[in-house]
């Protein structure tokens, strides 16, 4: 109940963006550009919601986004399946993008992981226990400690060992707008994404198999109301530790609201989430779905000089459900420029 007050509450200051002296246009800049944290989602391919906007013929895009992600996922069944997820992850992705043809982008993203016992345990629980939001066990457990094991009775599926850092899989991308909106029109674009396993999986930096995803993006605005939905097919390659529980296909989606409070500032929510990536395990926290309430903000610099090509956006996430694989709390910074 304590979530949906919250949420009730950040629809009212949206509202009152209603007040807010009028502007001369209404730019759009998008759904916040966030992902699923946990650790064993990271290994894959996975949903970033977007709008149907692409770059313009000869333009560059680039950015660098750091997120900062804390859980503890655990869990354990009659049937002797054991889950214990108990760490921090910092995520840096180097993003670039160009406009190749009118209404046909390509970009690439290169990621980093590091897995560590962080530092943040302590926030998160006294945050947890302000709001009266349930603690996952964390109480159970020292403060800042690390765990990255997977079990099925007395056969270890995976585990990883703490304080790692590395490349995670590189992502390719083509992304082509099929539909500007004009009147009543929505925009509309199609976007194909694969992954390519350049991260070790020993490492838990990746899969160590090729994913592809398909992904329909539709944006429909209202001078200075813009909302943006995402619907998407999830393909999976292999993962030889845990491929038995693993699922070949996910569907994915997202749906996001944006208001204008400046002509260069806007404030975001969205919720978004995909069908489970793992089933037979007995535990809602990897069987169940991920699904994640993240609000931010997000913009561009002054409109006239060096600044005028600036991009930023800030966002923090919160998982909706009490059980389930999203993580406990993510904060995202983005930096970056459009040429």
Do not use: C
């Not at 970033?48 to 069944?77: D, R």
């Not at 998160?124 to 009775?153: A, K, M, W």
């Not at 703490?162 to 992502?171: A, C, K, R, W």
């Amino acid at each position: 109940m304590k979530k949906i007050a919250l949420l009730a509450s950040l629809i009212i200051f949206l509202g009152l963006g209603r007040g807010l002296r009028a502007m001369e246009s209404y730019p759009s800049y998008g759904p916040l550009a966030t992902r699923t944290q946990n650790p064993l989602y990271l290994l894959f391919l996975n949903h970033t919601p977007e709008s149907p906007e692409v770059l313009a013929k000869g333009h560059f895009q680039f950015s660098v986004e750091e997120v900062v992600s804390n859980l503890i996922n655990q869990a354990m069944t009659p049937g002797g399946f054991n889950l214990n997820l108990d760490m921090e992850i910092y995520r840096t992705a180097f993003n670039f993008a160009y406009g190749v043809y009118p209404g046909l982008e390509l970009g690439v993203q290169i990621p980093f992981l590091s897995l560590g016992g962080g530092f943040l345990d302590g926030l998160i629980q006294d945050y947890h226990n302000l709001f009266h939001f349930p603690n996952g066990g964390r109480e159970r457990v020292p403060d800042n400690s690390f765990t990255y094991r997977v079990r099925n009775g007395a056969q270890l599926l995976y585990s990883v060992n703490p304080e790692t850092f590395g490349l995670s899989d590189i992502n390719f991308y083509v992304k082509h707008q099929f539909l500007e909106e004009s009147g009543g029109k929505p925009a509309l674009s199609l976007r194909g994404t694969v992954k390519v396993p350049t991260g070790d999986r020993g490492e838990g930096m990746g899969s160590g198999s090729p994913d592809f995803h398909l992904n329909f993006s539709v944006e429909k605005s209202y001078k200075r109301f813009h909302s943006y939905t995402n619907v998407g097919f999830l393909i999976l390659g292999p993962f030889a530790p845990m491929d038995f529980f693993l699922q070949p296909t996910s569907f994915t989606f997202s749906q996001a609201f944006e208001v204008n409070m400046t002509h260069i500032a806007s404030v975001v929510a969205q919720v978004q989430g995909n069908t489970p990536l793992f089933q037979g395990t007995g535990t809602d926290e990897l069987d169940g779905i991920p699904l994640d309430l993240v609000v931010g903000f997000k913009g561009t610099g002054p409109r006239k000089g060096m600044w005028e090509h600036f991009r930023w956006e800030f966002a923090f996430s919160e998982d909706l459900l009490a059980r389930g694989p999203s993580v406990d709390f993510s904060v995202r910074f983005n930096l970056g420029a459009r040429f």
